[in-house]
Each structure stands twice: as C-alpha cells, then as structure tokens.
C-alpha cells in the first residue's frame, strides 16, 4: 500500500498523540483530527469530517467519548461510509473488551467499510484492555496524586494495556499489508486487581497512595456531586458495574503476533512514568 496521508482522529490523545509521532518519526505524512489541535474535528459536528478525509489513504478512527455511549454506532457508521466514498483505503478501529455496545460498534465499521464499490477498503479493529495510562494522563490522575484511589473495583483482574503498546500496533497495522479484517485484542501480559496496580504505583514513586474500594451506589453519587456529567457518570458505571465483572480477566498474546515481541507490563509502565515525574505535581 502505498503510504499517503493518514487522519489520526482523538490525534492529541493517549493514543493518538503516541501514533502521530510514531508515524512522523518514519517521515509519513498525517493528518491530526481533534476538537483542540490540528484540523477541526468534532464528532457531534459531521460537517467537519469530509474536510478531515480530503486525500486521506488511511485513517485512526478513536472515537469519543466511547464506542459504548447511545449514538455511537451510527454515527461510527455514518463516518465509515463517507471515508469509503472519499476513497480512504485502509481503516483502523480503536475498541474495548467486554462491552456489547462496543462489539455492534465494530461489526457495523467492518460492514461500512465493505460497503464501497470496487475492492472493499481494508480494515482493522483494535480491541484494548484497561489502559495503564489512565493512571498517569487520565481521569485516575488526581487520585493517585491525591493519595488515595478510591473505585468500586474489586478483586478482579485486569490485563492493563500500555499506550505505548496500543500505538505502536496501531502504527504497524496502518502501515503493513497483513492486517485486514483482523480483530486484534490487546492486553498487557497478566491481570491485576486495580488495588494492586495502586500498589505498583506507590512502590514505583515511594509514596503512600492507598485503594479504597467503594460501592457502585457511592460511587455514582460521589462522581453526581462533583458535577461529572450525567452521561460520564452512566458510562463509568456501567464499565464499573459491568465489564469488570471477570469477563477481561484473560490475556491474550496478539501484541506480540503483531509487534513480534510481548506486551509492556505495567510494572514497568509504573517505574517509567515515575521516573519521568508523572506524578511530580502531587
């Protein structure tokens, strides 16, 4: 495949930021959509995606805030097709384990993206795990540096994914010709409760940062009173209350069938984020 311009949408994200310098590092051209950097793009705006895919032969699609939020699979559905009519040739998916909403998500991208005339546009999806970034750049940030992690997440394990890990399989999909119509999932290399990725953390910066573990009802109320949007708090619940019910508490081994060498465990995301000052502002 030829490698002309790629849109990185959410391209000043956790992932997103990571892809675009990866594929810049190799001198490949892209293109960054984002409501706060690079060419205007908003989800809820569709008027703004037809300028995002003028030229574009491959494209990112992270879609925000979830691909388990109402709306999403038509509006998903709405941007595949009108990349497949722009001529965009190869389609990358950024998903979640464990969530149904997310699964109808990723099988109407992959019907969008066969919809064209001609030869059907490649597709990808990437199904990734807990990010360990959302500890350091994410909504787990205050917490940690408050010193105190409080979630209704219990004893259940989860395979954590590095960002880096995402980024650079995203970066080998969007640039290699073996990957259509695969479904990858990535996780990190074994589960941990979020008590004892808390415990890596507190290990890795040498201070105390305990887990508090709440319940569902509590929790919900606590995100009410300081003004979290109903539809976040829904969401977050929901992934609470759902998804780590045990059904992620397995790894599996496809960063390394793409990347040729294992998944980034989060021991070592913990030492290096410290080490950089994640964590300096606390």
Not at 75 to 81: D, G, K, L, N, Y
Not at 171 to 191: I, K, N, Q, S
Request: charged residues 20%; hydrophobic residues 45%; glycine residues 12%.
């Amino acid at each position: 495949m030829t490698h002309g311009t790629t849109l990185i949408l959410g391209g000043t994200g956790k992932t997103g930021g990571r892809l675009v310098r990866r594929l810049t590092a190799h001198g490949l051209p892209v293109r960054i959509g984002s409501r706060s950097g690079g060419l205007p793009f908003d989800w809820e705006q569709p008027a703004t995606w037809g300028p995002a895919l003028d030229g574009v032969h491959a494209a990112y699609v992270s879609y925000y805030p979830d691909l388990a939020v109402p709306g999403a699979v038509e509006t998903v559905t709405a941007f595949t097709e009108l990349a497949v009519a722009r001529g965009v040739q190869r389609l990358v998916l950024l998903s979640g384990r464990g969530e149904d909403a997310a699964l109808t998500c990723e099988k109407a991208f992959a019907a969008a993206a066969g919809s064209g005339s001609g030869a059907d546009v490649d597709w990808t999806v990437l199904r990734c795990s807990w990010f360990s970034q959302n500890f350091s750049e994410g909504y787990l940030y205050e917490p940690v540096a408050s010193g105190t992690v409080a979630l209704p997440a219990g004893p259940v394990g989860e395979p954590f994914i590095d960002a880096d890990d995402i980024a650079d399989v995203a970066a080998a999909v969007l640039t290699e010709d073996r990957h259509a119509g695969r479904v990858y999932e990535l996780t990190g290399p074994r589960l941990l409760t979020f008590a004892d990725a808390v415990a890596a953390i507190a290990a890795a910066t040498g201070r105390r940062v305990d887990y508090v573990r709440m319940e569902l009802a509590d929790y919900a109320s606590a995100l009410a009173a300081d003004q979290v949007p109903a539809d976040v708090v829904g969401f977050l619940t929901h992934l609470f209350g759902t998804v780590l019910d045990g059904r992620n508490a397995r790894v599996t081994d496809d960063v390394r069938r793409v990347l040729g060498r294992p998944a980034r465990d989060f021991d070592d995301y913990a030492k290096d984020a410290a080490a950089a000052g994640a964590w300096n502002g606390a």
